[in-house]
């Protein structure tokens, strides 16, 4: 069997974007772009390994949407939450925390963000502790997977949102379907 070379060539540079900042997350979104989560500075972990959900102090995350043609730039200022994940949501982008905690009598972090190409925000909303992946489809419907603390509990959640190991959203964080099919423990792979 031979070893057939592959040369890979970039399809785009954002050399120029990434100054100052840290790539938190790529993704594919379902519209066919590349996103690109930033932050101008990764948190530390909380005992070196458990990702922390609020912030002490405020951050500035920037997007960047990438075609092999052009590259769009979404600043958002003043941020205090410690967000993940990226996805296009209809025109707007939907960030995600993977962790938030539940402090107990109705008070829990909003760990979705809903922007605008401006970096304001429209709205926020609860998605559950241990995100292990969240995609958007085109329709806009949100897919989110848990890990194990997603799906057992940990930061304050006894009854974990996650439990199901996956699920689905509307556009405004209302619940549109809930694994009773599979048990799983951990969902490490998500393709929408």
């Not at 959900?53 to 052009?70: A, E, F, R």
């Not at 489809?137 to 940990?154: A, L, R």
Request: charged content about 20%; some cysteine.
């Amino acid at each position: 069997m031979s070893n057939p070379k592959v040369n890979l060539l970039p399809f785009a540079d954002i050399s120029n974007y990434v100054e100052g900042f840290d790539i938190v997350s790529t993704q594919g979104g379902g519209d066919g772009l590349v996103y690109v989560l930033l932050m101008n500075q990764i948190p530390e972990r909380k005992r070196g390994m458990f990702v922390q959900s609020k912030l002490n102090q405020s951050y500035t995350y920037k997007v960047l949407i990438v075609t092999d043609q052009n590259i769009e730039e979404v600043v958002i200022w003043g941020q205090t939450f410690n967000y993940h994940y990226v996805q296009p949501l209809h025109d707007h982008l939907l960030l995600v925390g993977a962790r938030c905690t539940n402090y107990r009598n109705e008070q829990f972090d909003l760990n979705a963000k809903v922007c605008d190409l401006d970096g304001n925000t429209i709205r926020e909303f609860l998605l559950g502790d241990g995100i292990q992946s969240a995609q958007v489809t085109e329709k806009g419907t949100i897919w989110t997977s848990y890990f194990d603390e997603g799906v057992f509990g940990n930061y304050g959640w006894s009854d974990p949102i996650g439990s199901c190991g996956l699920l689905a959203w509307d556009e405004h964080g209302n619940k549109l379907y809930e694994n009773h099919e599979a048990d799983i423990a951990d969902c490490y792979a998500l393709n929408v």
